[in-house]
């Protein structure tokens, strides 16, 4: 399975699948890491392929994400121990929102994409991760900040302290939008201009940048480069594939000791 990983501390959980390494096979190739309770695919290969991405990733048995419904705003869920909301089959959740934060031991939580940025906060000092969700809309909206701030009031996390992952998603080589997401840019950003290029958005420059002024050391900011649209034989795409494609997930958590 192969899964791509920003640091290696021995306390943390922490992956952005791909999707390379699993038992589905309705997307026109055998072995697809789907991740998300899709129409295309069957209930008992999403299963599978879950229960081997979380073991990738925590090297233990029975480790199961902890996933939310999204829907593209600036909800974030605190996860403690004995919180167990798995989506179900028919796509049901216990919990709602773009973010989950955690600083419990033995709990991996994650995010679902299929070209919309995910990043993963990790606060070294207290030893709390959060995962966020962050399309175009909750890049607007400003998922990124409200993640920094909702570390910092739940686990005392300081940004400066901290350090940041922008995983793969639609790069600004492929991410063309019309004039209205233009317009809420420039609505939302003095230095908006500079994210364009012609008609393409750069989201990974976007949460980066949110990043900064949040309080993040620009050293701390890692941005994997990865584009989900240019690279189908590595990541699912939600736009170059139409719409029928997998999810991949990228999740995080703090070891058991």
Not at 17 to 31: A, M, P, Q
Not at 86 to 106: C, H, S
Not at 121 to 150: K, M, S, Y
Not at 239 to 256: D, L, N
Request: aromatic share 8%; with cysteine.
């Amino acid at each position: 399975m192969s899964i791509l990983q920003a640091w290696d501390f021995d306390w943390l959980w922490h992956g952005f699948s791909t999707r390379l390494g699993g038992v589905s096979n309705v997307y026109g190739r055998s072995g697809d890491l789907n991740l998300g309770w899709t129409n295309e695919d069957t209930d008992a290969s999403v299963v599978e392929n879950r229960r081997s991405f979380a073991f990738t990733v925590t090297q233990e048995p029975g480790v199961l994400p902890v996933l939310t419904r999204q829907t593209h705003g600036v909800a974030i869920n605190r996860v403690d121990a004995g919180m167990t909301p798995l989506e179900t089959p028919e796509g049901r959740a216990v919990l709602e929102g773009d973010g989950l934060i955690t600083n419990e031991p033995g709990v991996l939580i994650g995010v679902q994409t299929a070209d919309c940025i995910p990043v993963i906060l990790v606060d070294p000092v207290h030893r709390a991760a959060g995962v966020f969700h962050a399309g175009w809309r909750g890049t607007v909206a400003g998922i990124v900040e409200a993640g920094v701030q909702r570390m910092h009031t739940e686990f005392g996390s300081q940004p400066a302290e901290m350090l940041a992952a922008i995983g793969p998603g639609i790069g600004p080589c492929c991410f063309e939008v019309g004039d209205e997401v233009r317009d809420t840019f420039r609505d939302r950003w003095p230095y908006a201009e500079q994210l364009f290029c012609g008609r393409n958005v750069d989201l990974w420059q976007a949460n980066q940048r949110q990043l900064l002024d949040s309080g993040f050391n620009a050293e701390n900011v890692t941005v994997l480069g990865e584009c989900t649209a240019h690279q189908t034989d590595r990541f699912f795409s939600h736009r170059a594939e139409k719409g029928v494609t997998g999810r991949m997930i990228s999740a995080a958590g703090i070891r058991r000791s």
